[in-house]
């Protein structure tokens, strides 16, 4: 009698392989696969990272480019993974903002790996043991957060060498009538990336700015609406994440409404006044403070249950002018303390909701 063989899906087949395969992927529930946003903080407060397959969206502050620190991190993740790119900017040489790209900043970890490398190359001792030593280093640097989300240095620009012999197309969309050119692009770069049970090449697109009033195609929202909503369909049959910055101050309020239902995670960043008394008194560590990000949706793909974050809003701090982290909003105590990082903080001790998007 033949033995029963339990049943699998090809997708969770798919997702094994990809697992195993491709450094920079996470498992997530119900089968979904993250992929890393770049900021180990925002990671951790979505769950693992922006899923594969999603479409994300971060509303621009036009007081501060804070949405910048987002994709720059987001797309130095990828080229340290070494992932296919695009990024569309309105700017007339957008391949000039690579050379604004953080470099991976050496973590404590790396640096106790040198100096126990250091140590070992004194001792005397047999080969099996030195062998046995490597093979524990090399285990643990594959277990850590550096293979899924790297620290990034914003005041080092990236290596010249993660950009030769990667696929890095840079897009202007300052001179185009129209997004029907910029859309075959998109296709061309996303049926590189399938849904399939072989070898998985994940692909990372970045938009800065759709709505900028510097492209010609601005005053026509509804060619803008259909773009983005047939690249979410494309976007949904590949292995890819597509992240799009745009304005809502800058267009009108119900295509602004469009575009945020059309997103699976939405994101919106805000400035932070320089001398705000009032906040000040309420908020800790409101002098490190340099804007907040509030979180008012979370990709949901293979499930209906929604995700009830335990906080909505976050300040973006950089720590020691280098890292981005985000932090709760925590009122002020007596003591005056300050609040933690999410990523090394396992709960918040408070939080601040933001308003209901009325959609």
């Known amino acids: 009698m033949a033995a029963i063989r339990p049943r699998s899906s090809s997708f969770s087949r798919s997702t094994s392989a990809a697992s195993n395969s491709v450094p920079g992927l996470k498992h997530g529930p119900n089968g979904t696969i993250f992929l890393s946003s770049g900021i180990p903080d925002l990671d951790k407060i979505l769950g693992g990272g922006f899923t594969l397959g999603s479409l994300v969206m971060v509303m621009e502050d036009p007081e501060a480019p804070h949405h910048m620190l987002l994709l720059r991190n987001f797309m130095s993740q990828g080229l340290v993974h070494h992932q296919p790119l695009i990024y569309a900017s309105p ?89 029907s050119t910029f859309h075959d692009r998109c296709s061309s770069f996303l049926s590189q990336t399938p849904r399939t049970n072989g ?25 803008m609406l259909s773009f983005v909503r047939s690249l979410k369909s494309l976007v949904r049959l590949s292995n890819s994440v597509a992240i799009i910055t745009f304005p809502p101050s800058l267009v009108s309020p119900a295509f602004s409404k469009r575009l ?24 800790t560590g409101y002098q490190d403070m340099v804007g907040l990000l509030s979180i008012h949706k979370v990709a949901r793909i293979n499930t209906q249950v929604p995700v009830i974050l335990e906080a909505t809003t976050f300040s973006m701090k950089l720590h020691k002018r280098r890292s981005l982290t985000l932090e709760c909003l925590n009122q002020a105590p007596v003591d005056g303390s300050s609040g933690t990082s999410y990523g090394t903080s396992g709960s918040c001790s408070s939080s601040s909701k933001t308003g209901a998007l009325d959609f």
């Not at 404590?108 to 030593?133: C, M, N, P, T």
């Not at 006044?273 to 908020?283: G, I, M, Q, S």
């Open 260 to 283: 945020q239902h059309l997103a699976d995670t939405l994101v919106s960043v805000k400035a932070i006044p320089d001398e705000d008394k009032e906040l000040a008194k309420l908020l």
């Open 91 to 179: 700017a007339k040489d957008p391949r000039g903002f690579l050379g604004t790209l953080p470099s991976v900043m050496a973590s404590k970890d790396d640096k106790s790996r040198v100096h126990e490398s250091e140590q070992e190359k004194g001792l005397r001792i047999a080969w099996q043991y030195k062998k046995y030593f490597g093979e524990q280093n090399s285990d643990s640097q594959r277990d850590g957060k550096s293979e899924y989300c790297c620290d990034f240095d914003l005041r080092k620009p990236l290596e010249r060498h993660f950009f030769t012999g990667k696929h890095i197309d840079c897009i202007t969309l300052r001179y185009s009538a129209d997004l």
């Open 199 to 223: 070898n998985i090449v994940v692909g990372r697109i970045a938009i800065q700015s759709l709505c900028s009033p510097q492209c010609e195609f601005s005053d026509n929202e509804w060619d």
